[in-house]
């Protein structure tokens, strides 16, 4: 009988702990999971990333973040219980910024943005706008292959934005912080 109370009190210590560890994980930030190749080769499909809220900070230009989105989630226990799909890009434009892309390249307030992380080197679309106050303009580092503030997804108001992307977890192969 002793041995049944003594796993049953280990059962509800672990169980707790992991409850504390989930609360404080989503109380300063929280998981994300890359889902397909729009961040390549930067992120890559699959990764779990940790995240940091913005507490005392706003975003930045160049830190790649993960916001919620009016679209579906695409898997189904998630929209049984109406959560949407969250996805990660990386900011481009600031609130205010007047962003413009033309042949294959990308400006940033009339300043041609060096842009290493890029997966082919060019950027497809031509557009030019200004990111209205209160939202932010993201894009994916795989251009060709992103639905981001091009298209679909739009301007990404700041209230969408879960966090900051600061540490890959998984796969352990790229285990490390992300810069």
């Given at each position: 009988m002793k041995s049944l109370q003594k796993e049953i009190l280990e059962w509800i210590i672990t169980l707790a702990a992991a409850a504390a560890i989930a609360f404080i994980m989503n109380l300063f930030g929280g998981l994300a999971i890359v889902e397909g190749p729009s961040m390549l080769p930067t992120l890559n499909d699959g990764e779990f990333l940790i995240r940091a809220r913005y507490?005392?900070?706003e975003p930045q230009m160049g830190e790649i973040v993960a916001f919620d989105t009016s679209m579906p989630h695409p898997w189904k226990i998630y929209r049984m219980f109406g959560v949407n799909k969250t996805l990660v890009k990386r900011v481009i434009g600031l609130p205010g910024d007047k962003i413009t892309i033309s042949n294959g390249e990308v400006y940033l307030n009339d300043k041609k943005l060096e842009?290493?992380?890029i997966?082919?080197?060019t950027t497809d679309g031509e557009i030019s706008v200004t990111?209205?106050?209160?939202h932010?303009?993201?894009?994916?580092?795989n251009r060709l292959n992103s639905n981001d503030s091009r298209s679909g997804v739009g301007f990404v108001k700041r209230e969408d934005i879960i966090g900051r992307v600061v540490f890959r977890l998984f796969p352990f192969g790229r285990f490390g912080s992300i810069r």
């Open positions: 507490i005392r900070t842009e290493s992380y997966k082919d080197g990111v209205p106050d209160g932010y303009f993201v894009m994916g580092d």
